[in-house]
């Protein structure tokens, strides 16, 4: 049974959890955590959905002082991001993070969620498979098919928060995500494979 967090535990900053949680085990067995912002309680512009893996919070926050929205937002840490809410291997975890977010949505009164995934996530390898990674087209295809089922999950819980998604580079520079991805799911066999209508026809003109 997946553990509910009291909507309080926006408020915790990951490092301090941890730290409250070492020698117990009890870090083990959340694998999502939030972090505070020096933002008065109540109402905030936005929440932020980022990896718990190290390197990604500081593109994150420049990404966010960019939209204007430094200390105007909360960032709450999810292993994967959105794959660590669709992927079928982070099932066991998935409501505990959907208590947390809806409690925080009516708590902070936010209308916005931002949901930004990173390239090289190790959560995405154990989700899809290492060859996800290996082509920066297969790769950018494959966080677009889990940012936009998150997206259709939000809808669902909560229709009337907006959501954006995006993509952290490597350089740490974030490309927006807004198209719907096409084709197959990352799980699917062939979902790699090109399609009969990609596929070039043989140039007779010789």
Same mark, same amino acid.
């Given at each position: 049974?997946?553990?509910?967090?009291?909507?309080?535990?926006?408020?915790?900053?990951?490092?301090?959890?941890?730290?409250?949680?070492?020698?117990?085990?009890?870090?083990?067995?959340?694998?999502?955590?939030?972090?505070?912002?020096?933002?008065?309680?109540?109402?905030?512009?936005?929440?932020?959905?980022?990896?718990?893996?190290?390197?990604?919070?500081?593109?994150?926050?420049?990404?966010?002082?960019? #939209? /204007?929205? @430094?200390?105007?937002?909360?960032? =709450? +840490? !999810? *292993?994967?991001?959105? $794959? %660590?809410?669709?992927?079928?291997?982070?099932?066991?975890?998935?409501?505990?993070?959907?208590?947390?977010?809806?409690?925080?949505?009516?708590?902070?009164?936010?209308?916005?969620?931002?949901?930004?995934?990173?390239?090289?996530?190790?959560?995405?390898?154990?989700?899809?498979?290492?060859?996800?990674?290996?082509?920066?087209?297969?790769?950018?295809?494959?966080?677009?098919?889990?940012?936009?089922?998150?997206? #259709? /999950?939000? @809808?669902?819980?909560?229709?009337? =928060? +907006? !959501? *954006?998604?995006?993509? $952290? %580079?490597?350089?740490?520079?974030?490309?927006?995500?807004?198209?719907?991805?096409?084709?197959?799911?990352?799980?699917?066999?062939?979902?790699?494979?090109?399609?009969?209508?990609?596929?070039?026809?043989?140039?007779?003109?010789?």
């Amino acid at each position: 049974m997946p553990v509910a967090f009291p909507s309080c535990a926006c408020a915790l900053h990951r490092r301090r959890f941890l730290q409250l949680a070492g020698g117990t085990g009890l870090a083990a067995a959340f694998p999502f955590s939030a972090l505070a912002q020096p933002v008065d309680a109540g109402e905030v512009e936005a929440l932020l959905l980022i990896c718990s893996e190290s390197g990604v919070w500081q593109p994150a926050n420049n990404f966010m002082k960019s #939209r /204007q929205l @430094a200390g105007k937002y909360r960032p =709450v +840490e !999810v *292993e994967g991001a959105a $794959i %660590g809410l669709v992927a079928e291997q982070y099932q066991a975890s998935r409501q505990a993070f959907w208590d947390t977010l809806m409690s925080a949505t009516t708590w902070q009164q936010t209308r916005k969620v931002i949901a930004l995934n990173h390239r090289g996530c190790a959560a995405m390898k154990v989700a899809y498979g290492f060859v996800k990674t290996s082509d920066k087209l297969i790769e950018t295809e494959t966080h677009r098919y889990a940012l936009q089922e998150f997206r #259709r /999950q939000m @809808a669902e819980r909560l229709p009337d =928060v +907006e !959501v *954006e998604t995006g993509l $952290i %580079g490597f350089d740490g520079k974030v490309e927006l995500l807004k198209n719907p991805r096409l084709g197959p799911s990352p799980t699917s066999p062939s979902s790699t494979a090109p399609s009969k209508a990609n596929r070039r026809a043989p140039d007779k003109r010789r």
